[in-house]
């Protein structure tokens, strides 16, 4: 069986990048940290770092195990944590990840119907897109990970993979995606045709996945969009639609969350996205986990952006 300290001390490494900084985080002698290092290369008889320079970096197979290990890390600490709630020796707690409109609107309105109930509750929130989410959810650092996810003609736009392996998602929300444009300028019809009408005009993109769906969506439309900004930015991409800068499309949550006055938004035919509450692991879940649950579904229902 591997050494938990040993493990610990891995995870450190690919964290901070060296065996330096891994020993001034985890207030570590520099020589002890290169004997845990040594002790587990002998004890799974694989070579985990390698010479980098005037350091270490690790092998590929350093870091396979440094990404296991901090999930085994991680769901260990919530374990005892669980435990440590079960007997009576600390409060619950609950952490959440989630995206920047989420975070704007259903996490607030949520918390606030959760502590009602449930005062006292000991809460921690992430900001973090959709893979750092799920990555930190399977890692046990966080309990809840709100997501999203493109459809496309209602089926998703990508394969669910290895991701979403031992997860439970609970669908909180399914809305249209809408095309922003400044208001009052070239009307735009429903459907493919609509975004055609904007073929020759400058485009704002987003996150990587949004990108990939603004491409399909002008692809399905007939053309490939010229793409003047990105920014992952809700209210930037809105403020620059308003002042003419470009188009872009943007789902319901970012309009909830803020809409600009000087903005139009049509929803588009065929283009809708998810939004999740996924955890991990089998249920049942804890108490607070399975009450902020509920309070998240009750909060996404609570409307749909004006127009």
């Not at 669980?82 to 609950?94: K, Q, S, T, W």
């Not at 799920?134 to 309990?143: A, I, Q, T, Y």
Request: aromatic share 4%; with cysteine; net charge negative.
């Amino acid at each position: 069986m591997l050494d938990v300290t040993r493990l610990r001390v891995l995870v450190a490494v690919a964290q901070h990048g060296s065996v330096t900084a891994a020993a001034r985080a985890l207030n570590y002698a520099q020589p002890s940290v290169s004997h845990h290092l040594a002790r587990l290369e002998a004890e799974t008889g694989a070579q985990l770092t390698e010479r980098s320079g005037r350091g270490i970096a690790l092998t590929e197979a350093g870091r396979l195990l440094a990404g296991r290990a901090e999930e085994i890390l991680g769901r260990l600490d919530a374990a005892e944590h669980e435990l440590a709630v079960h007997v009576g020796h600390c409060g619950e707690r609950v952490r959440v990840a989630a995206f920047g409109s989420a975070l704007a609107t259903i996490v607030p309105i949520a918390l606030a119907r959760l502590a009602a109930v449930h005062p006292g509750l000991d809460m921690a929130l992430t900001e973090a897109e959709p893979p750092e989410a799920m990555r930190v959810l399977r890692s046990g650092h966080v309990d809840i990970a709100l997501v999203f996810r493109q459809l496309r003609d209602g089926d998703p736009a990508r394969p669910s993979g290895d991701a979403w392996d031992g997860m439970r998602a609970r669908l909180l929300l399914e809305e249209p995606t809408y095309l922003v444009s400044q208001a009052g300028g070239a009307a735009a019809g429903p459907g493919p045709p609509g975004l055609a009408a904007y073929a020759h005009s400058h485009w704002i993109a987003g996150c990587e996945h949004c990108r990939d769906h603004l491409l399909w969506l002008c692809g399905r439309a007939g053309f490939t969009p010229k793409i003047a900004v990105t920014t992952d930015d809700h209210v930037a991409a809105q403020a620059l639609a308003a002042a003419g800068v470009g188009v872009t499309v943007l789902p319901g949550l970012d309009l909830r969350a803020a809409r600009h006055p000087g903005v139009q938004a049509q929803p588009l035919p065929g283009s809708h996205r998810q939004v999740l509450a996924v955890t991990y692991g089998q249920p049942p879940d804890p108490p607070a986990v399975s009450l902020l649950l509920d309070a998240f579904t009750v909060a996404a229902a609570g409307g749909a952006p004006g127009q």
